[in-house]
């Protein structure tokens, strides 16, 4: 069996052959419970944890409104400034010059149209206009050349269609044509020759959301999305993950029923062939994942959220094998972030079927 070694706050555990259980007792914590945040890595290497609900059953509260950020060279996670305002399912990117933007999410009882450029640096967040609508759980992907793609979310009554690009340069939002089903909760992955993929999401209006197949690309020089093949299956609440090769994994989610309706199911996009395939299953039905599915340096795939424990998917062989780490719960819409060294920092996440917010974040070395 390979050798899987973890690392859990600042201890450490290695195991051959069956993988020894990892150490807990030094476990780091975030300063605060969080889930649905946004995570970033930073071009010097820190992560920086943004915003998400922070009380009861996923609610607003004082810390919806700040971030955290945790240093790898120090082992350490601290309190790292606020927002303009609190923000849940939020999205965020790194710019080129280290500052993050910060788009959209609930804040208060709406989604917000806002968006604020925070800076490690000072802590400190401002302000930079408004986007063409409040959209919570939109497809945010960096572009070639620094910009930013804005794509679809839910505006509190429907699902969008409309798109838009931010220019760290004017700090302004243009918008750019409209995706041809209008979705939220898409999967976005940013391909080799700069086309943006959007794949699946959640469609319809209120209680007539149900998930998607249909699947676009977006072309930075024409600013114009069009139509690609459809995926395997109607999926939301998913995830997606560039492959070494190129191609594009897509992993799990739900259909139109969500918990009752998980998914462990797999595809891969081949942008050539402008195809999805069936690429296999997982060991475990997850959804509620999109931020906790890492790209390992060694070309594996580690899926870390929505069950007990986590799971690596290699597609060289199409296989998938469970990690040897039990993560006390399925921690829906944590997140997974990696390390320049090649860790993995999972975070937060609230536990399904109790809505009971965790603090926990576990490190590892895979």
Same mark, same amino acid.
């Given at each position: 069996?390979?050798?899987?070694?973890?690392?859990?706050?600042?201890?450490?555990?290695?195991?051959?052959?069956?993988?020894?259980?990892?150490?807990?007792?030094?476990?780091?914590?975030?300063? %605060?419970?969080?889930?649905?945040?946004?995570? *970033?890595? @930073?071009?010097?290497?820190?992560?920086? !944890?943004? =915003?998400?609900?922070?009380?009861?059953?996923?609610?607003?509260?004082?810390?919806?409104?700040?971030?955290?950020?945790?240093?790898?060279?120090?082992?350490?996670?601290?309190?790292? =400034?606020?927002?303009?305002?609190?923000?849940?399912?939020?999205?965020?990117?790194?710019?080129?010059? #280290?500052?993050?933007?910060?788009?959209?999410?609930?804040?208060?009882?709406?989604?917000?149209?806002?968006?604020?450029? $925070?800076?490690?640096?000072?802590?400190?967040? &401002?302000?930079?206009?408004?986007?063409?609508?409040?959209?919570?759980?939109?497809?945010? *992907?960096?572009?070639?050349?620094?910009?930013?793609?804005?794509?679809?979310? +839910?505006? #509190?009554?429907?699902?969008?269609?409309?798109?838009?690009? $931010?220019?760290?340069?004017?700090?302004?939002? *243009?918008?750019?044509?409209?995706?041809?089903?209008?979705?939220?909760?898409?999967?976005?992955?940013?391909?080799?020759?700069?086309?943006? @993929?959007?794949?699946?999401?959640?469609?319809?209006?209120?209680?007539?959301?149900?998930? %998607?197949?249909?699947?676009?690309? $977006?072309?930075?020089?024409?600013?114009?999305?069009?139509? %690609?093949?459809?995926?395997?299956?109607?999926?939301?609440?998913?995830?997606?993950?560039? /492959?070494?090769?190129?191609?594009? !994994?897509?992993?799990?989610?739900?259909?139109?029923?969500?918990?009752? #309706?998980?998914?462990?199911?797999?595809?891969?996009?081949?942008?050539?062939?402008?195809?999805?395939?069936?690429?296999?299953?997982?060991?475990?039905?997850?959804?509620? /994942?999109?931020?906790?599915?890492?790209?390992?340096?060694?070309?594996?795939?580690?899926?870390?959220?929505?069950?007990?424990?986590?799971?690596?998917?290699?597609?060289?062989?199409? &296989?998938?094998?469970?990690?040897?780490?039990?993560?006390? #719960?399925?921690?829906? $819409?944590?997140?997974?972030?990696? !390390?320049?060294?090649?860790? *993995?920092?999972?975070?937060?996440? +609230?536990?399904?079927?109790?809505?009971?917010?965790?603090?926990?974040?576990?490190?590892?070395? /895979?």
């Amino acid at each position: 069996m390979r050798l899987i070694k973890f690392l859990v706050g600042t201890g450490l555990a290695i195991g051959a052959c069956a993988p020894a259980a990892p150490e807990r007792e030094q476990a780091l914590r975030l300063p %605060t419970p969080r889930a649905t945040h946004a995570s *970033v890595v @930073l071009p010097d290497g820190r992560v920086l !944890l943004i =915003g998400g609900c922070v009380a009861g059953s996923c609610d607003a509260g004082p810390a919806s409104a700040t971030a955290d950020i945790f240093d790898p060279a120090s082992g350490k996670i601290r309190e790292a =400034g606020r927002l303009t305002t609190d923000r849940i399912g939020s999205g965020a990117v790194a710019l080129v010059d #280290g500052r993050v933007l910060i788009i959209g999410g609930w804040s208060g009882p709406s989604p917000s149209d806002g968006a604020e450029i $925070f800076d490690p640096a000072s802590g400190r967040s &401002r302000s930079v206009g408004r986007m063409s609508a409040a959209r919570a759980d939109a497809a945010i *992907v960096p572009l070639p050349g620094g910009r930013v793609l804005v794509a679809g979310g +839910y505006d #509190g009554e429907r699902r969008l269609a409309s798109a838009e690009v $931010f220019d760290p340069s004017t700090e302004k939002f *243009v918008s750019v044509g409209a995706m041809d089903v209008a979705r939220s909760g898409a999967a976005a992955a940013a391909l080799a020759d700069g086309r943006i @993929l959007i794949a699946g999401g959640a469609v319809g209006a209120g209680r007539e959301t149900r998930p %998607t197949a249909a699947a676009e690309l $977006f072309d930075p020089k024409m600013m114009l999305f069009s139509r %690609t093949g459809d995926m395997t299956e109607a999926r939301y609440k998913h995830a997606a993950a560039v /492959l070494q090769d190129g191609k594009v !994994l897509i992993v799990a989610g739900s259909d139109e029923r969500d918990y009752r #309706g998980k998914k462990a199911t797999l595809e891969i996009y081949d942008p050539k062939r402008a195809t999805f395939r069936a690429a296999g299953r997982l060991r475990v039905e997850r959804f509620k /994942l999109a931020d906790a599915v890492v790209p390992l340096p060694d070309g594996r795939v580690l899926i870390a959220g929505g069950a007990p424990r986590p799971e690596l998917y290699d597609p060289r062989t199409g &296989r998938t094998e469970l990690v040897d780490l039990d993560l006390g #719960g399925s921690w829906n $819409f944590m997140t997974a972030d990696r !390390l320049a060294d090649g860790r *993995v920092l999972l975070a937060g996440g +609230y536990r399904e079927g109790s809505i009971e917010l965790s603090d926990r974040v576990w490190l590892l070395r /895979l």
